[in-house]
């Protein structure tokens, strides 16, 4: 399988612990985003990396919120002090370089991983 | 500032029918692209189509079409004969030019296939 790879798929967590997401982008893929679904909404954008570069943050990741891209690859994404408002799925997606105004642009998104905050 | 709406929260059609999802959307770029993705319950977004705003030439492949009106900012999206594996969740979202590589997604459209 060479899709968008998520781990873990399902988390629950007691409100005040830590968690961490990983993404495996797409191979050769060099942009990577995270994005945010709640129940009943379309997702929301997070942060997005170009290669380990962090290049736009959401105001929606408040300082308990950090993501990484150490090595241009795979992404974590951390919640410290989780609350329950911060339940939902947390979707990574990967688009391969840009090349030119008629390139590809579209974002090729993973399974997602369930957050469930008790 | 972006912005995509999906008037249509729920679709319930008799498997065979012709179904037409609606996106409607706005922004300031002049150059930008859209997309819908289909949301099976599994959870994964399923990437369906892109189109850039400077190709309004409008697209069919198999039992789906899409038909872009940049005039009325719109981009709807029409399932013909369709069949229970269409039942799913349809996002309608928005990209702006390069710089801007956020997807500005629509609440999304629920589309159950009666059998």
């Known amino acids: 399988d060479t899709g968008v790879s998520q781990d873990p798929r399902h988390k629950i967590t007691k409100r005040g612990q830590n968690v961490t997401f990983r993404c495996d982008p797409i191979?050769?893929?060099?942009?990577l985003y995270w994005y945010r679904q709640t129940l009943g909404q379309g997702p929301e954008f997070l942060t997005y990396?170009?290669?380990?570069?962090?290049?736009?943050k959401s105001r929606l990741l408040s300082d308990r919120f950090s993501a990484e891209r150490p090595k241009g690859s795979f992404s974590t994404l951390e919640i410290q002090r989780t609350e329950q408002g911060d339940s939902a799925m947390y979707l990574c997606?990967?688009?391969?370089?840009?090349?030119?105004?008629?390139?590809?642009?579209?974002?090729?998104f993973g399974q997602g991983t369930r957050l469930t905050v008790v | 500032a972006q912005k995509v709406t999906q008037a249509q929260t729920e679709i319930s059609v008799v498997e065979k029918e012709d179904v037409t999802l609606d996106c409607v959307y706005e922004?300031?770029?002049?150059?930008?692209?859209l997309f819908w993705y289909k949301q099976p319950p599994s959870g994964e977004l399923v990437f369906l189509i892109r189109?850039?705003?400077?190709?309004?030439q409008n697209e069919i492949s198999g039992r789906y079409s899409w038909n872009f009106q940049k005039s009325t900012s719109s981009f709807n999206f029409t399932i013909t004969a369709s069949q229970v594996v269409d039942s799913a969740v349809y996002f309608c979202?928005?990209?702006?030019?390069?710089?801007?590589?956020?997807?500005?997604f629509g609440t999304g459209t629920r589309l159950t296939i009666i059998p």
């Open positions: 997606a990967s688009s391969p370089p840009r090349g030119g105004p008629r390139g590809n642009t579209e974002a090729f």
């Open positions: 191979s050769e893929h060099n942009r």
């Open positions: 990396f170009q290669n380990e570069a962090q290049l736009e």
């Open positions: 922004t300031r770029d002049t150059t930008y692209y």
């Open positions: 189109r850039n705003s400077f190709d309004e």
């Open positions: 979202a928005l990209r702006g030019a390069f710089g801007n590589e956020k997807l500005t």
